[in-house]
């Protein structure tokens, strides 16, 4: 199972990217894919995490720095899971990693990454004014 993140870069404040992470190996459709960020001399923190609701569609959960700027979305068709990140400000420069459980959790354990069984490599985005 390989996951391979993609779309970091340099930005302006107020500026949009949009991340994605592809996946092969396995399928998630099922489970959850999520977003976490690492910035220098921090931990990891959750970004978001889109998880099937055990019917036809997938919920989006986000932390709170992030709500209303931020959103994730799945294209399971093509096995990837994005991010789009508007209105990006300084704060949100870090490592970016996607990551991934192949089953469906409970909604309150989605911030924690010591749950996530598979993670992408990681891509950077800078924010600066």
């Known amino acids: 199972v390989q996951l391979q993140a993609s779309g970091g870069g340099l930005v302006q404040t107020g500026c949009s990217l949009r991340l994605s992470c592809v996946e092969s190996?396995?399928?998630?459709?099922?489970?959850?894919m999520a977003w976490f960020r690492q910035a220098p001399g921090k931990e990891r923190a959750f970004v978001a995490a889109s998880r099937w609701n055990g019917g036809s569609a997938f919920n989006g959960y986000y932390g709170d720095s992030v709500k209303g700027r931020f959103t994730i979305s799945r294209d399971n068709a093509k096995n990837t899971a994005y991010l789009q990140m508007n209105s990006l400000k300084e704060e949100d420069t870090a490592v970016y990693y996607c990551?991934?459980?192949?089953?469906?959790?409970?909604?309150?354990?989605?911030?924690?990454?010591?749950?996530?069984?598979?993670w992408g490599q990681g891509t950077q985005v800078t924010v600066s004014s």
């Open positions: 990551a991934a459980i192949p089953n469906r959790v409970n909604r309150g354990s989605l911030k924690y990454p010591n749950l996530y069984d598979y």
């Open positions: 190996g396995r399928t998630f459709s099922r489970g959850v």
